[in-house]
């Protein structure tokens, strides 16, 4: 039953994870843009530092701490994750500086960064021999969904509250917020994804 949980844990945090991380990819940008008044090429810098912070995570993960058990970068990486969404939060109120909503997205992506190359590896030795890439691809299909259930639902909420009367500022609070569930709950699924003898 263990043997067939941890393929399992590892393909539905993919889909938990990257539906978090791409969630806050379109809706900071879009709240930048839209109620910040943030300039077009700015976002676009953020998206290229985001971009950077993954592949600079990504790599500390695989040269600096290759020896680091593979289910506990995916725990780092998930809080790490939830972390950013805290400062996504934050970053909705009207006093603060669009910097701090920005900052989410580079600190999102330094948990992806961690987390997804971990997810991937454990995902492969998980897999019975000659089903690596059913396992491959099962990753790929749930994270897709992922991307699409969670950014559906925060946009969904957002839009009710909007509906409902709520502020700009408060629509994008709850719909950040919302994220915070995926992320708690990766971090207390990772433990399923251990490795033998990690």
Do not use: K
Not at 182 to 190: D, E, T
């Amino acid at each position: 039953m263990a043997c067939r949980a941890r393929p399992l844990a590892t393909v539905l945090l993919r889909g938990m994870s990257s539906g978090v991380f791409f969630t806050l990819e379109a809706l900071v940008p879009l709240l930048l843009v839209t109620d910040r008044g943030v300039s077009p090429v700015s976002v676009g810098l953020l998206f290229t530092g985001a971009a950077v912070a993954w592949a600079g995570s990504s790599w500390v993960q695989g040269r600096l701490l290759e020896r680091c058990p593979r289910h506990r970068l995916v725990v780092i990486g998930a809080v790490v994750l939830a972390a950013a969404v805290v400062v996504a939060v934050v970053g909705t109120l009207p006093a603060l500086p669009p910097f701090v909503a920005a900052s989410s997205m580079v600190v999102a992506a330094v948990g992806m960064g961690l987390l997804a190359p971990a997810l991937t590896l454990l995902s492969l030795s998980h897999a019975p021999t000659g089903r690596q890439g059913s396992a491959s691809g099962a990753m790929q299909t749930n994270q897709n969904l992922g991307q699409i259930t969670v950014l559906g639902v925060s946009s969904g909420l957002f839009n009710a509250c909007l509906g409902a009367g709520t502020t700009d500022s408060a629509g994008y609070g709850a719909a950040f917020g919302l994220l915070l569930g995926p992320c708690l709950l990766a971090a207390l699924l990772a433990i399923r994804t251990r490795a033998d003898g990690a």
